[in-house]
């Protein structure tokens, strides 16, 4: 089990019945659980421009200006789309900055995250 050490020492039964030696193994977390991670989406409407859309998405989501369009025509022609996949924190942080700068530019622009 990557991630895990195992540690192996004398039992406590030296004095058992069988005479024979045992061993116990115990198993030791290192703490290296992956962080659960969450897919970042968008939502289409009817009224947010188009090209509303591809700023959020260089701006929030790095995207450069092709694939920006591309997904926001994604989400346009499907309802919804992925903006990226990010750990619980910075999906939250994603959706809070969109949802944000969205509503002060009076867009109803709807950004949600689930987790994958
Ligand atoms: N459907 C919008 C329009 O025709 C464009 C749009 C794309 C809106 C993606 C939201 O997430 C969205 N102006």
Do not use: W
Not at 42 to 51: G, Q, S, V
Not at 89 to 96: D, F, G, L
Request: proline residues 3%; charged residues 25%.
């Amino acid at each position: 089990m990557p991630g895990d050490a195992l540690r192996m020492s004398r039992g406590d039964d030296e004095g058992n019945s069988t005479g024979r030696g045992t061993a116990v193994i115990t198993r030791t977390r290192t703490k290296t659980k992956k962080p659960s991670l969450y897919r970042v989406l968008l939502l289409n409407d009817d009224y947010t421009p188009m090209e509303f859309v591809v700023h959020v998405l260089e701006r929030f989501f790095q995207k450069d200006r092709e694939a920006a369009t591309m997904i926001m025509l994604h989400v346009h022609n499907h309802g919804v789309g992925e903006c990226g996949i990010y750990t619980f924190e910075v999906a939250e942080t994603k959706v809070s900055q969109v949802m944000d700068f969205a509503r002060q530019h009076q867009h109803p622009l709807q950004c949600v995250m689930e987790k994958k």
